[in-house]
């Protein structure tokens, strides 16, 4: 899907893995134009698998910055494993990627 | 008896659909850390304990964040067994920012932007075996970045 930019980089053992989510954010604390406040949407559950591994778990609050960028490290992937991503939101909105390891 | 087979397998395959959207995350959100507002609080929740200072975690923040609304933290146990890092920033509105709980390979580093309301120390929880170790940077933010 469009909605996650991702790479993921051999050098030596490590992989270095870098992602960029389109998501608002939105801590339902900010005001619009008019003062209204804008409901809370944010990312709460991510998943990284390296294949069909779970590598990485994460849980996110408010105070993860609109659009998420992170980078991670693998010492257990090889050229052409596969890396994934899916999240879910507060709304119940999911997302997802995937991209395989390159050498850097 | 043919039928009924044949329906417990429609039957499970079904369920098994629904059950698999779920399944793909194992974690649960943890609401009551995330809606904490004091740090103490949020780490009750996280069932963190007795947590002790230590050098062996890196924060790489900036001493001075121009907008609050991105600040580029670089973290880095080099604590044996390290199981989870959780982030906090003790002066925003709810203090929890993420809880990130490695496997499988994943090195306990991470770069990560985040939101700070204000200036305020950026705190680490490393989780261990059943020990918590932790360490702190001040960020001076100069432009709220929370709304």
């Known amino acids: 899907m469009a909605n996650i930019k991702m790479r993921a980089k051999l050098v030596g053992d490590i992989t270095e893995i870098k992602l960029i989510i389109n998501h608002p954010m939105e801590t339902g604390r900010r005001k619009d134009d008019i003062g209204e406040l804008i409901p809370a949407h944010f990312i709460q559950l991510v998943t990284a698998k ?3 591994k779970t590598v990485l778990e994460m849980q996110w609050g ?31 909105k999911t997302g997802d990627g995937e991209i395989l390891v390159v050498a850097g | 008896m043919q039928r009924r087979y044949f329906l417990s397998i429609v039957l499970g395959s079904v369920t098994a659909c629904l059950i698999a959207p779920i399944n793909a995350f194992a974690a649960i959100w943890n609401k009551q850390a995330f809606e904490a507002t004091k740090f103490s609080n949020a780490a009750n929740d996280l069932a963190i304990n007795n947590e002790v200072q230590s050098q062996d975690i890196d924060i ?7 907008n609050g609304a991105i600040v580029q933290v670089e973290i880095n146990s080099r604590i044996p067994n390290t199981e989870s890092i959780a982030i906090f920033v003790e002066h925003n509105p709810t203090t929890l920012i993420g809880h990130f709980t490695f496997a499988n390979g994943a090195l306990p580093q991470l770069v990560i932007r985040i939101k700070m309301a204000e200036t305020s120390d950026v705190k680490l929880v490393v989780k261990a075996g059943n020990q918590y170790f932790t360490a702190a940077k001040n960020v001076v933010v100069l432009e709220n970045g929370c709304g």
Request: glycine share 4%; proline share 5%.
């Open chain 2, 60 to 66: 790489n923040a900036p001493d001075r964040a121009e």
């Open chain 1, 62 to 92: 408010t105070g993860i910055s609109k659009n998420p960028y992170l980078t991670f490290y693998l010492n257990s992937a090889k050229l052409n494993d596969k890396v994934s991503i899916n999240w879910v939101d507060n709304l119940g």
């Open chain 1, 50 to 52: 390296l294949n069909d």
